[in-house]
């Protein structure tokens, strides 16, 4: 039976550069199906008690969980928005985290970041990192790719030699 990665950008940029990481990432998996996400298509009112309370869980919500749960193994590049998540990400994980709190489902995932800075995302991969595991995440590796424009190509992916070995490495060494 082949195995499913479902992967995105938690992102709303229609250009996101996290997206293009997450697509390069599961693109290096052998004999997998890959389903690639975009967070625009769960766009949802900003999370509150009283929403929920009003109106129940929002169905988009309830999408995102469904395609969570049919992966064999979920792969993340966050965008860093001052240091932490993006609006568009927090807010989905709001609302799916009302579904079940172990939102992730005791899959397997890789968590990735990267931004056109020096840092490349390593504050909210580190929050991820930590996190993730209390909401039901089975991190099995974190990769951060800096200076995007500078070492990630459209056509050849992540074009910087010892990032991308980085990256090889914890593909091969990841078992789902």
């Known amino acids: 039976m082949t195995k499913k990665i479902i992967a995105f950008g938690a992102s709303s940029s229609k250009q996101s550069i996290n997206k293009q990481l997450a ?5 290096q998996f052998q004999n997998v199906t890959i389903e690639i996400l975009d967070l625009n298509d769960y766009e949802m009112p900003i999370f509150s008690v009283d929403k929920e309370k009003e109106n129940g869980i929002h169905p988009l919500a309830q999408d995102f969980y469904a395609n969570l749960g049919s992966a064999d193994l979920i792969i993340i590049s966050f965008a860093e928005h001052n240091g932490n998540y993006s609006t568009a990400f927090k807010n989905i ?12 489902q005791e899959k397997p995932m890789l968590l990735l970041a990267t931004s056109p ?23 099995k590796g974190s990769f951060s790719l800096p200076s995007f424009y500078e070492n990630f190509d459209v056509v050849n992916g ?5 990032y991308k070995n980085q990256l090889l490495e914890i593909v091969n060494s990841t078992e789902f």
């Open 23 to 27: 697509t390069f990432a599961a693109n």
């Open 93 to 104: 994980l709001d609302w799916t985290s009302r579904i079940n709190a172990k939102t992730f």
């Open 117 to 139: 800075g020096a840092r490349g995302g390593s504050s909210v991969l580190e929050i991820a990192s930590k996190r993730f595991p209390f909401q039901g995440g089975i991190v």
């Open 158 to 162: 992540i074009i910087h030699p010892e």
